[in-house]
């Protein structure tokens, strides 16, 4: 079991952005996405493994429901 920090669900530009800034500050940073690129494909699966301190949904906003529901069954 890996432990970060954050997981950033969806890497488009705002994702990256939330990624890189939590990793500026010093955050151990784990990535959700559907594409190619996100250490998970999964909301379930990110945050089984690292146990976060906290998520970032940063998908677009017709995909907040989804990810949401998905973070409330990983928990």
Do not use: C, W
Request: glycine share 14%; charged share 25%.
């Amino acid at each position: 079991m890996t432990s970060a920090n954050a997981v950033v669900v969806g890497l488009g530009s705002i994702g990256q952005r939330h990624a890189r800034v939590l990793k500026e500050i010093g955050q151990k940073v784990s990535t959700v996405s559907r594409r190619d690129g996100g250490d998970f494909r999964s909301v379930g699966d990110a945050v089984r493994e690292t146990r976060p301190g906290y998520v970032v949904v940063a998908t677009e906003t017709s995909g907040h429901a989804d990810a949401l529901r998905e973070l409330a069954d990983a928990g």
